[in-house]
C-alpha cells in the first residue's frame, strides 16, 4: 500500500554491494514503474536517471554523449556542465581508492617503525641474554657444541619471544574482531572479519622481524671466547 492505492509486489531486490538506494535503505523502499508515477502525481518530469556503463574505462566518453543528447532535447550548449548535474560514482570511486591508499601507506609506514622499534628492542635483549650466559654458553663450547649450535639454540630463543608476541598479537585481534560483529556498524562500515592473506603477510614480516633480531646476537654469542667465557 502506497498512501490509499494498493500495489502488487511482483518481485524482490537482489542483494548489491551497495545498500542504500538516494539516502534510503533498500529493505525500506519500493519501487513502481514511472508511468504508474506519473498518472498517480499527474506529471511525467523526471528527476534523475540513473545508467550503467557496460565499461567504467568509458565512463567520461558515455558523460559527454549523455550531455549531447540532452542538450539536443533540451536545448542548452552541451559544454554547459551546470546545466544539469551527472554524478559519475567513478570519479568518487578513484577518490575513494586513492583516500584508503593513502591511508594505508600511512599505517603500513607506523606498522614498519614499530616492528622496527619492536625488533630493536628483542635484539638488545637478546644481547643481554648472551652477556649473562657466558659461562654456560663456554661450557657448551668446551662439551664440543660448535658455532651453528650455539646459533641455533638462540636463533630458537628469539622466535620463541617474537611467537608469544605474535600470538599474543593474533589472540588479540581474533578477540576484538569478534567483539565488534555485536556492534550496529555494519550497515555503515561492513562486518569485519579476519583476512588469511593478511595473517600470512604478517607472518612472513614477523618472521623476518625475528631472523634479524636474532642474527647479530647469535652471531657474537657463537664467536666468543672459550676461555674468557669460562673466566666469567
Known amino acids: 500500500m502506497a498512501g490509499d492505492t494498493p500495489f502488487i509486489v511482483i518481485g524482490v531486490i537482489q542483494d548489491k554491494i551497495q545498500n542504500s538506494s538516494y539516502s534510503q535503505r533498500d529493505y525500506d523502499r519500493a519501487f513502481i514503474p514511472a508511468t504508474t508515477m506519473s498518472a ?3 506529471t511525467d518530469l523526471i528527476n534523475n ?3 550503467t556503463p557496460a565499461d567504467p574505462a568509458l ?3 558515455i558523460r559527454d554523449q549523455v550531455y549531447e543528447v540532452m542538450s539536443t532535447r533540451h536545448r542548452f550548449d552541451p559544454s554547459d556542465r551546470d546545466a544539469i548535474h551527472i554524478w559519475d560514482t567513478n570519479e568518487f570511486w578513484t577518490f575513494i581508492n586513492m ?3 593513502g591511508i594505508n601507506g600511512f599505517l603500513a609506514l607506523i606498522g614498519f617503525f ?3 622499534v619492536g625488533g ?3 635484539a638488545n635483549i637478546m644481547f643481554v641474554v648472551v652477556q649473562e650466559r657466558m659461562k654456560e654458553i ?3 663450547r668446551a662439551a664440543g657444541a660448535k658455532r651453528h649450535h650455539i646459533m641455533s639454540q638462540f636463533f630458537l630463543e628469539t622466535f620463541m619471544i617474537v611467537g608469544i608476541g605474535a600470538a599474543a598479537g593474533y589472540a588479540t585481534g581474533w578477540a576484538l574482531i569478534r567483539l565488534t560483529q555485536n556492534l550496529p556498524i555494519q550497515n555503515f562500515v561492513g562486518s569485519p572479519y579476519f583476512s588469511p592473506e593478511v595473517g600470512l603477510v604478517a607472518f612472513v614480516v614477523l618472521s623476518l622481524v625475528g631472523f ?3 642474527l647479530l646476537p647469535a652471531m657474537r654469542a657463537s664467536r666468543l671466547d672459550v676461555v674468557e667465557c669460562l673466566q666469567r
Open 99 to 101: 583516500l584508503f591508499l
Open 120 to 122: 630493536i628492542g628483542v
Open 114 to 116: 614499530t616492528l622496527a
Open 59 to 61: 565512463s567520461a566518453s
Open 138 to 140: 663456554g661450557i657448551r
Open 49 to 51: 536517471l540513473l545508467y
Open 40 to 42: 498517480m502525481t499527474g
Open 212 to 214: 634479524t633480531s636474532g
